[in-house]
């Protein structure tokens, strides 16, 4: 992550500064923080993990919608992410948006770049939203997950796990931690 010391800018500045503009970009407190290219095993493992919460999303029967990263979820007025991989429920997003308003749950696939604002700022930023009840961090390396989950009182419950169920309630999504990965 290269994060550049311009002018402060809001959300919707950004969002329009943002458009069609090469490379990949997230809004941190303001400021402008471009992200580094993927390594094969990042790739792999977000194409791994839309294909196994689309078919969760499939067996469940339920409206829910999976988006691989490209949308923007706006965590305040001038922060805002992209994560890897999104889970939303109900109608889906127009066509033409590029933000997701209320995501269910959030995914990130870490790397030694991303592992401190993974943990840090991008986990107390998707928690800050009310819709967000689970936050993935993946570790293409260990073959983990990282399942933070909002508990009943509001506190966030971690779990770490590399293999078995998982099932993520709500909104009720269930598959295997081996699917998020790619075969070895």
Known sequence: MIEHSANRMTVDAFLGWAAGREGRWELEDGRL????????????TK????????NAIRR?????HVMPDGATVRIGPDT????DVLVYCGPRTPRDAVEVADPTVVI??????TAERDHGVKRS??????????????DPERRAVI???????????T???TEGPLRLDPPGLAFFVEELFAPK
Not at 47 to 54: D, V
Not at 60 to 64: A, K, M, R, V
Not at 125 to 138: A, D, Q
């Open 33 to 44: 923080v471009e992200k580094a290219p993927e390594r094969s095993a990042h790739a792999e």
């Open 47 to 54: 194409t791994q993990a839309t294909l196994a919460f689309r």
């Open 60 to 64: 469940s029967g339920l409206p829910c």
């Open 80 to 83: 805002a992410f992209e994560p």
């Open 108 to 113: 990130e696939v870490i790397s030694e770049g």
């Open 125 to 138: 930023g998707y928690f800050s939203l009310p819709s967000v009840m689970h936050y993935l961090i993946l």
């Open 147 to 157: 399942h933070h989950r909002r508990a009943a009182a509001g506190e966030i419950a």
């Open 159 to 161: 779990l770490e796990l």
